[in-house]
Each structure stands twice: as C-alpha cells, then as structure tokens.
C-alpha cells in the first residue's frame, strides 16, 4: 500500500533520493558486497535523475560503481522508450541493472534484447508454485533466457529448503527470501556482513 500511495502523491521522490544517498553511502562501507536500489520508473525519466545518481556516488565516494545494482521492475519498462536514455548512460557509468520482479508478462524478450542488464528477479508468483509445471518452465525459461543475455537468475520468495533446493535444480544463481535472510534492523545486518 505504500509504494503506490508514495508515487500517486509524489512523495516517492523525496524517497527515492534519500534511499539513493543511504545506499549509496552504505555500499561504501560494504565492499565487496553488492547493494541493490530499487529504483521507480517515475524516478528514471526524470530529466536529473543520472546525474543526481551520480552525485550521490561521489558524494559516497564510490570509486567501483560495478558494486552498485539499480532494480526496476517488469512493469516499469513498459514505458521503456522513455527510459532507454537514462539506462544506457547508467550502464555507461557501471553501475549494474536488475529487472525486478520478472514473471514475463509486460516486456518482450526482443525488448530484454536491448538492455545490458545484470540481473533477472523472478517474481514470486513464479518461483512459489514451484509443483505447477507452468511455473517450473517459466524458471527453466528465464535461465536460459539470461543465459542467452549473459545476466544471472535471483529467485525471489525461496522461502523453505526444498523450494530453495528446487531453484537451485533449476539453473536459478541466487536466491532472495526470508529463509535466507529476513528483514533486520541495519546494526544486524552490518553484524552478519562483518562474518
């Protein structure tokens, strides 16, 4: 309920901005740990927003920005002719992109094609009904589908360890879920991280 609350009031670009900042900053602290923002397709076609992206990275003195992923979702790049700019000059600086939340349902595989992305992250409506044979060909489709693109598969929802061990049957490279790692407040994260 947030998120959509956020950018119909056009709160979510004051949010954007410090989330860009703090992740920024924090990627500093974290090397050689990747940080992924999750990034607004509002946000993209901005007309500052690369170089506000990139401000925060100075501002953070990040020197490899290879560490620092931008997610944007499926349904986002619907409006792709109006981000092609802004996503080419981001990959132009290093910075890697994620295509969150992927199940295959609003872009083209011509139009994946095009962007010089890192990450596919499959949907969990796909990855949780992993006894449905749809949703195993769906996963099967997008490693080989990455593969062809030369980007990796993070399974999103692997929330027990016969699901996880399934995803990784399937070809998936990562896995993102609570069974992995749930939400915690940043001191517990910066403990997990100093392991």
């Known amino acids: ?16 901005e410090w989330v860009m900042q703090q992740g920024c900053r924090y990627r500093q602290n974290t090397h050689p740990y990747l940080w992924a923002l999750n990034v607004s397709a509002q946000e ?32 986002g790049l619907s409006a792709y ?10 990959r132009g600086r290093g910075i890697r992109l994620a295509i969150d939340d992927f199940s295959f349902d609003h872009v083209s595989l011509r139009r994946l094609e095009t962007l010089d992305i890192s990450y596919l992250k499959l949907c969990p409506r796909v990855t949780a ?8 060909n769906l996963v099967r489709g997008a490693v080989l589908v990455a593969g062809d693109l030369g980007c990796q598969v993070v399974a999103e929802c692997g929330e027990t ?22 939400p915690g407040p940043l001191e517990d994260i910066w403990q997990l991280l100093a392991l």
Do not use: N
Request: net charge negative; glycine share 6%; charged share 25%.
């Open 161 to 182: 360890m016969e699901q996880l061990e399934r995803l990784r049957e399937l070809g998936c490279h990562w896995g993102q879920g609570h069974l992995l790692q749930a």
């Open 129 to 136: 009904c992993l006894d449905q044979p749809m949703s195993r």
């Open 44 to 75: 993209l076609v901005q007309a500052h927003f690369v170089r506000r992206l990139l401000k925060a990275t100075e501002a953070a003195e990040l020197s490899d920005l290879q560490y620092l992923v931008l997610e944007i979702s499926e349904r």
């Open 1 to 16: 309920e947030f998120i959509p609350a956020a950018r119909e009031s056009g709160a979510i670009w004051p949010i954007g």
């Open 81 to 90: 002719e109006r981000l092609a700019s802004a996503l080419k000059q981001i």
